[in-house]
């Protein structure tokens, strides 16, 4: 067995061949191919780490389908096997690594790529985004951002875990086999749900999410409804057809679809890939880089951070549920893990035809597999289906755990569920293990650089950016894992003292012209998602945030942008014609500014104070923010480099009115 690896400046060759020694036989690592090894930011130095390298490259795995900690993925025995008997798979690598080895703090922070992108910098340390509101490919110190793991000498991995993730603009992906039965493809009935425009332009066509066994299928069906909730009607055979095996085009040509509506197509799909893969080859990668000591190319490792944002976070949810969380060796693979924006979900990932690219909202993909029991870190008794459990396994290997949503995955998402009980009568405890932080007034989507534009929504979008409660945070998860610091105490609204509530109850204070939502998104249950009748009976109950006279979150972590606000930040906003009028618009926010004088929201019936009566002058705002920004620093929810950052937009941007 060999792995190609090695620093190119040591390396006359293309490739560096270094024979390493055998691994365990049940799952492994069975190579490393690296094409490029290449200087970041020009050799910038970033901190005590100095300078930092990019390695590119690919990771060749292979498993035992009969091992126990395999077992469990689908399809596992109807893979194809190697010689050895084992089932093979190779996954993009990325690595951006200290230059010096020596130099680094001895952190891996594995980042579970969101469909095959990063989001690390855009997301978390603020960097302009490149593509896909992602930077998948950082070569300047501006792709860096704040640069805050760079600086702290992080070594930061990536690699593939989705089987159908783009590799286009730097993405990635995992190669993995396709299951067959006696030699034979397999070929089954499968439900793609086909939308246009909510989440990409409306002039894009209909592509499918898996190749058709044939395009002459009689048998196949497709229907349409406006809204999630009105019953399917069947669309005439006459009126669309197969245009290839991965694409439906409705007929006459040229036709297009509502934006907005539900189309749902029912048709027989070969070729199901194994998809579980993506755990195991997400284990195997981490476990390797962090038990061998030389020719590593993420260097010398003392522990492992994961980090999942949205999908990625789901992912990372499933991963500990389903025991990837120890190696075969019996170690545990991540240290900690922080999950930001997944709500209670996990990934429609582990099955025969998964779709891990589905997610729940109120209009949007209702009715496939997301969201099941156990919810939540604590371990309780569900009333809805009679189980019992936790998301947490107990078994020595879980990682301490932090999950940070936004007020939208409290309305999308059903976060509450992760601190009450599944009926939403009662506040629980975490165990100590885990915290859970609400970033109040925050969206889903909330990054830096954003622009407030209606979109398809009926309200101006939010902009609330949640980076820098993240960046806090991920120091704080470091120093936990290494150093025993407790994190601070879970912040999200509370039963008990009145900031979480039924979504007819925010307090949400009456504004002239704005949409407001009023309905959550519920969680439903259902035998099957091919033909999906949520079940009656008792349901879960999913609660939102209470607000205060502006409309901002009472609980979480109010940064200084809420705090001391300019306008009322939400978490929900609601589609507008031509899409379906007051549906939940995805899992965007509103951002709804105050009037710039009393006598101006007095003509509008505006109850909010205006700016005027809040902020005399830019000195009582800029002292007002600094105030702010220093409580959530002494609570260590903000860093002090943040903190000052905000403080000085707060005196030197342009006027507030």
Known sequence: MSIRIGRMRACAAALCLVPIAAAPAAA????????????????AEFGAAGAYERVVGSARGEIDPADPANAGIADIALAPRNARGRVEYRTDLFILRPKDPTRGSGTLLYEVLNRGRKFLFNWVM??????????????????????????????MVWSGWEADALRQNGGMAIDVPVATRDGKPIVETVRDEL????????????????AAAGTDQPGATLTVRRRETDPPRPVPREAWTFAGPRQLMLLPAGTKPQPGSLYELTYQAVGPKVLGLGFAATRDVVAYLRGHATDNPAGGVQRALALGISQSGRFLRDFIHLGFN???????????????????????????????SRTNTQHEDHLYPENAFPFSAATQHDPVTGQSGTLLRGDGFDPLWMEVNTETEYWQKGASLLTTDPLGRVDIDLP??????????GFHYGRSGLVSDAGPCANPRNTLNPGPALRALMVDLEEWVRDGRQPP??????????????????????VRGPAIATTVNTIPRFPTYLDPHPEAGLQYRPLVPRVDADGQDVAGIRLPEVAVPTG?????????????????CDRE?????????????????????????????????????????DALVADRLLLREDADRSVARARTDPPLR
């Open 489 to 510: 105490p879970s912040r999200v609204p509370r039963l008990s003292d009145g900031t979480l509530v039924e979504p007819t109850a925010t307090g949400f204070p009456y």
């Open 589 to 629: 926010g509103s951002l709804l500014p105050f009037a710039a004088t009393k006598a101006e929201r007095d003509a509008t019936g505006d109850p909010r104070l205006s700016l005027a009566e809040r902020y005399p002058d830019r000195s009582t705002y800029g002292d007002a923010v600094a105030r702010a920004a």
């Open 195 to 210: 939308v246009s425009g909510t989440r990409g332009p409306t002039e894009a066509p209909f592509y499918l999410t898996f």
């Open 432 to 441: 100590d293990t885990a915290r859970a932080y609400l970033v109040a007034g």
């Open 126 to 155: 603020d960097a302009p985004a490149q593509a896909g509101q992602a930077v998948n490919e950082p070569r300047a110190a501006r792709d860096a951002g704040t640069a805050l793991a760079l600086n702290r000498g992080y070594t």
């Open 326 to 356: 120890q190696d075969e060796t019996g170690t545990r693979v991540f240290d900690g893990m922080l999950a930001h924006i997944s709500g209670i979900g996990g990934v429609f990932l582990n099955a025969r035809f998964g779709q891990p």
């Open 568 to 584: 009322t930040h939400t978490g929900w906003n609601l589609y507008a014609e031509p899409f379906p009028a007051g549906a939940l």
């Open 28 to 43: 492994r690592i069975v190579g490393i191919d690296i094409t490029a090894v290449e200087p970041f930011a020009d050799g």
